[in-house]
């Protein structure tokens, strides 16, 4: 573990790997030092955000000591987030791939994926455990617009687009889940280190 100093309010941890990162996470957020306002896990990495005037130092020397939990998801069971497959990119999917459509379905919902990290938009989870047959580039064109609930793959991610935005991923279907809601505490449906399985819609 290597403890950087990021700006002159946070530090930046170098956990190493996505399962220390989790455990450091929810570490920090169980019980979080003096000092410590908001915790943001990355993929290798956590961010650790602090109030102004805290001794960086001291918790710099602190961090590496804490003890985090041997499962920063205590063995819950993967979220279900069924899905209806009749993505626009489906076919290109399965071109890209020299799969059919129908074994490109079974490879995406036969994956278990974890959420390694939050970004580009609100509730917009990055999913690590994706087929690597599945691991094709983004789109050379962006889309302006891409709906709510659009279930998508890049590189090696994959990921639901938590509201219409513009985005460059390949669409494989949709879901009615909602990935993010304001009204809801917490807004996200997804966190880091939360499990995730799609289910074609119909099939339990």
Do not use: C, K
Not at 22 to 37: E, F, I, K, M, S
Not at 113 to 121: E, I, Q
Request: charged share 25%; net charge negative; aromatic share 6%.
């Amino acid at each position: 573990m290597r403890v950087l100093r990021a700006g002159d309010a946070a530090l930046l941890v170098e956990a190493g790997d996505l399962a220390s990162a989790h455990r450091l996470n929810a570490a920090l957020r169980d019980a979080p030092p003096a000092g410590v306002v908001d915790v943001v896990p990355g993929e290798q990495t956590v961010l650790v955000i602090t109030e102004p005037g805290t001794d960086m130092d001291r918790l710099a020397g602190v961090l590496p000591g804490l003890r985090p939990p041997d499962d920063a998801v205590g063995g819950a069971e993967p979220m279900e987030i069924p899905v209806v497959y009749d993505g626009a990119d489906l076919d290109e999917v399965a071109e890209l791939t020299g799969l059919s459509r129908d074994e490109v379905v079974r490879r995406h919902s036969d994956a278990r994926y974890t959420v390694a990290y939050l970004g580009f938009s609100p509730g917009f989870g990055y999913l690590t455990g994706l087929d690597p047959v599945l691991h094709v580039p983004r789109r050379e064109s962006p889309r302006t617009a891409v709906p709510a609930g659009s279930v998508a793959i890049a590189g090696r991610y994959a990921a639901v687009y938590p509201s219409r935005s513009p985005g460059g991923w390949r669409l494989l279907g949709r879901t009615a889940a909602v990935l993010w809601d304001v009204e809801r505490d917490p807004p996200s449906l997804l966190r880091p280190g939360t499990r995730v399985r799609f289910v074609p819609e119909g099939v339990r």
